[in-house]
């Protein structure tokens, strides 16, 4: 049976292996891809990829406060998200803000 540090030892060479196997048949592989998608003229939308369009998210509305902590004024909530300690569990009626 190996020691422990053996089987570490052993690992980290496979991975080093496997690395170098990987990025031997990337380009082999990537190649064959697009060669088979000509052939059968599948596109990238077929594959449910955008192309063109940024993955970034929308930025972030921001929400008007709804309600406030009347102990502390200063402490508002939107009512959305994690609800605060100072209103947890509370009926909301006696913090909403009245515009």
Same mark, same amino acid.
């Given at each position: 049976m190996s020691s422990? =540090?053996?089987l570490?030892? =052993?690992r980290e060479k496979l991975d080093q292996q496997i690395e170098t196997? $990987?990025?031997a048949e990337f380009d082999a592989v990537v190649n064959d891809i697009k060669r088979k998608m000509q052939i059968?003229?599948?596109t990238c939308a077929d594959l449910g990829i955008q192309l063109? $369009?940024?993955n970034k998210l929308r930025p972030r509305v921001r929400v008007e406060p709804k309600y406030y902590n009347p102990a502390n004024p200063e402490e508002k909530w939107s009512g959305r998200g994690k609800e605060p300690k100072w209103i947890a569990g509370r009926n909301r009626t006696p913090f909403l803000i009245r515009k």
């Open positions: 422990y =540090q053996e570490i030892s =052993q196997a $990987k990025a059968y003229g599948i063109g $369009k940024s």
